[in-house]
Every structure is written in structure tokens, then in C-alpha cells.
């Protein structure tokens, strides 16, 4: 079975504080993406990395995969209350036509 | 605006009753995907079309179906419902089967079956 474990499932800190969430699997990905989803709506993609080691930047956000391409991290420098949301992570094998979703982790920055 | 159509946004109705979602899916996007996200929980893949042709299965029950038509759209049908499947159900799409760089999702359906 493959999994990609997301962490924390739950995270709740004050506005200007930093976060790291994490997704790692025992599989390899041709490519990882972050998703970030409101409530209510559909989620929307943040960003795809590709290349193993590669780090991407969406303003405060830092996006890392890892070197052997089975684990992804997303930090958030000075969380401000708009990042509030359920941000996902999905992985892409060649193997697969779908992608393999973590479970999501639900970030609460309060003003 | 995704450019992904999804229609109703709201649906509510009984028991044992049967429904039916629609998606139009981004222009020029072959590829078709459903989601059910039922509350605070993650992303449950359905089945993808691609060009009109089915080409993955999740775990989707034997009470869904769903089609993609010559002009790209697609319907999920669900029937016989049950309690349980009151959920979002969501549809995206990408340019071709391989999904390397990332789905383009709708702003989903939300069934509540009472």
C-alpha cells in the first residue's frame, strides 16, 4: 500500500509565529505538490516539485523535496491569519495514473 | 474562477434516492478526476476519465458510476443513497493522464442526503 503520511494533522499557533508540516513516504515520487483547500471549497495547488533537493518559495512560503524523493516539507515564515486553512500533499508515481494524497493538515493561525 | 464547472453547488435529498453531478472540466484538459471529501477528513479518489475513456478505479461503490461525454464533460450518478454519502464531492482535471503537474480542481458539490 502506498501511504504519504502528512504531520501534524492539527496545528494552531498565533499570527508571526513559524511552521514546518511534513509528508513523508517509504515510496518514491516523480513529483510532489501542495495543495491549500478552504473550507467549503476546492483545494488549489500551491506548487509541484520535481528534482530531488529541490526547494521552491511562494513569498512566506518555503516548499523542500527531499533528496531521495520520498518526503516533502512545507514551512511558513511569519503565519499570518490568511494562511489558515487544510493544506495537502500529493505524490505522483509513473507506476500510477492518480495521485497518492496525505490526510491533511489543518493550520489555525489566530490573529 | 478554476475554470473547472461544477454543478449544483448544493444538493439535498432522501434516502434511496438517485442524483447526478456534473463537471466541465478546464478548456483543453483531457483528464477527469472525482473526489469524495466527507467532513474534516481527506481527499477519497472516485475514478478518472481521460478522453472519454475510464483509466483508474478508487474506491468507489458499486451505487456510483460515472461517464465522460465527446465534448469533455463528465456526470458522476449516484444511486440508492445512504446517510454516509452526504459529502463534498469534488472534480478536477489536468491536461493529460500523467498528473505530474498538478490537477486544476472545481469548487464541488456538497450532497446531503437526508
Known amino acids: 500500500t502506498q501511504l504519504l503520511e502528512q504531520s501534524p494533522q492539527f496545528l494552531s499557533i498565533q499570527e508571526g509565529e513559524n511552521l514546518t508540516v511534513y509528508c513523508n513516504s517509504s515510496s518514491v515520487f516523480s513529483s510532489l505538490q501542495w495543495y491549500r483547500q478552504e473550507p467549503g471549497e476546492g483545494p488549489v495547488l500551491l506548487v509541484t516539485?520535481?528534482?530531488g533537493g529541490e526547494v521552491k518559495k511562494l513569498k512566506r512560503l518555503t516548499f523542500q523535496f527531499g533528496d531521495a524523493r520520498k518526503d516533502s516539507s512545507l514551512h511558513i515564515t511569519a503565519a499570518q491569519p490568511g494562511d489558515t486553512g487544510l493544506y495537502l500533499c500529493?505524490?505522483?508515481?509513473?507506476?500510477?495514473?492518480?495521485?497518492?494524497w496525505g490526510a491533511g493538515t489543518k493550520l489555525i493561525i489566530k490573529p | 474562477d478554476s475554470g473547472v464547472t461544477q454543478t449544483p453547488k448544493h444538493l439535498i435529498t432522501a434516502t434511496g434516492q438517485r442524483v447526478t453531478l456534473r463537471c466541465s472540466p478546464r478548456s483543453g484538459d483531457l483528464s477527469v478526476y472525482w473526489y469524495q471529501q466527507s467532513l474534516d477528513q481527506g481527499l477519497q479518489f472516485l475514478i478518472q476519465y481521460y478522453n472519454g475513456e475510464e483509466r483508474a478505479k478508487g474506491n468507489i461503490l458499486e451505487r456510483f458510476s460515472a461517464q465522460q461525454f465527446p465534448d469533455l464533460h463528465s456526470e458522476l450518478n449516484l444511486s440508492s443513497l445512504e446517510l454516509g454519502d452526504s459529502a463534498l464531492y469534488f472534480c478536477?482535471?489536468?491536461?493529460?493522464?500523467?498528473?505530474?503537474?498538478?490537477?486544476?480542481f472545481g469548487s464541488g458539490t456538497r450532497l446531503t442526503v437526508v
Open positions: 516539485v520535481v528534482t
Open positions: 478536477a482535471s489536468s491536461p493529460r493522464t500523467r498528473h505530474n503537474y498538478g490537477y486544476t
Open positions: 500529493a505524490g505522483a508515481m509513473d507506476s500510477n495514473y492518480q495521485l497518492i
